[in-house]
T-cell receptor, first 114, second 116 residues
Framework: DGGITQSPKYLFRKEGQNVTLSCEQN?????MYWYRQDPGQGLRLIYY???????QKGDIAEGYSVSREKKESFPLTVTSAQKNPTAFYLC?????????????FGPGTRLTVT | GNSVTQMEGPVTLSEEAFLTINCTYT??????LFWYVQYPGEGLQLLLK?????DKGSNKGFEATYRKETTSFHLEKGSVQVSDSAVYFC???????????????FGKGTKLSVKP
């Protein structure tokens, strides 16, 4: 089955530690995205990548970093510089073909930092 | 700038009631419009879409019509079920024929609870 996997589903970290969230897709999609979801805030774009070895900042990139060394993988690192990292993180991908750019979402990782 | 505004929830309905979730957008051009659904503890799934004015998207009994004159894309269902309880997100995206990809802009989501 094709899809997007995110692991782990729940992640707990101590304040001051960096943590990396995994996102893998086997849909052969070019573009991948990371979103943050907070209660009542909808989804906010953190980073996106349209092609391997290239990525761009989204609306709330501060305190986060990404890499895109392989087409299938787009890991997100939440650094200690992120002031409020506790949130639900969603990864998505799209083939980017016109006329509509449907994004497929993974199941999410809930990160709790104490 | 471009934005999406949804009615605030939560919305609580009895089974078999009629559902409307309002969505309006502000955009400088002619975006494609989407409704996504998020069931508890899960990621988002595309529910329906419309790519041009007057298009009607439909899926699983849900419908939404792209109204350019009112910049709206309201979600409707004639008879909701308990299994429809979820958070619904309206979203838009701009696309170009040049191959570049736009980014989705989401509303804040509307939580729907359906009681038996």
């Amino acid at each position: 089955d094709g899809g997007i996997t995110q692991s782990p589903k729940y992640l707990f970290r101590k304040e001051g530690q960096n943590v990396t969230l995994s996102c893998e897709q086997n849909l052969n999609h070019d573009a991948m995205y990371w979103y943050r979801q907070d209660p009542g805030q909808g989804l906010r774009l953190i980073y996106y990548s349209q092609i391997v070895n290239d990525f761009q900042k989204g609306d709330i990139a501060e305190g986060y970093s990404v890499s895109r060394e392989k087409k299938e993988s787009f890991p997100l690192t939440v650094t200690s510089a992120q002031k409020n990292p506790t949130a639900f993180y969603l990864c998505a991908s799209t083939s980017g073909r016109h006329p509509f750019y449907e994004q497929y979402f993974g199941p999410g990782t809930r990160l709790t930092v104490t | 700038g471009n934005s999406v505004t949804q009615m605030e929830g939560p919305v609580t309905l009895s089974e078999e009631a009629f559902l409307t979730i309002n969505c309006t957008y502000t955009a400088t051009g002619y975006p494609s419009l989407f409704w996504y659904v998020q069931y508890p503890g899960e990621g988002l799934q595309l529910l329906l879409k419309a790519t041009k004015a007057d298009d009607k998207g439909s899926n699983k009994g849900f419908e939404a019509t792209y109204r350019k004159e009112t910049t709206s894309f309201h979600l409707e269902k004639g008879s909701v079920q308990v299994s429809d309880s979820a958070v619904y997100f309206c979203a838009l995206i701009f696309t170009s024929y040049g191959g570049s990809q736009g980014n989705l802009i989401f509303g804040k989501g509307t939580k729907l609870s359906v009681k038996p």
